[in-house]
């Protein structure tokens, strides 16, 4: 699978990375998208997101939780979120402040979340 880049996804498929993502949200706002390559709804918010303005001071995740559905169960339980399909997620201070699935997901209201960071 081909993953877009004009947000800079950095991609997650390996379980230790959300240690990192975690970690470095106490410095910068971490977007998480959870997508499911098998998803119509899924598509079409992936779609929406990139077509998006950039959300600023922010780091991007991505990740394909078909394939890496160990990683998915492990945000859920880590950041004390419903498992979603399609999921956004904001992490700030280690922890999730923001989620929104399906169609709700809506990257000007995501923006309006994330504080000014210096």
Known sequence: MKIPSALNWKILTEID???????ASYKKPQVLFKHSTRCSVSSIALQRIEKSATVPNADFYFLDLIRFRNISDKIAHELKVYHESPQLLLVIDGK???TESHLGIDMMELAE???AFN
């Open 96 to 98: 999730c402040i923001y």
């Open 17 to 23: 990375q959300l240690a990192n993502l975690l970690e």
């Open 113 to 115: 979340q994330i504080p």
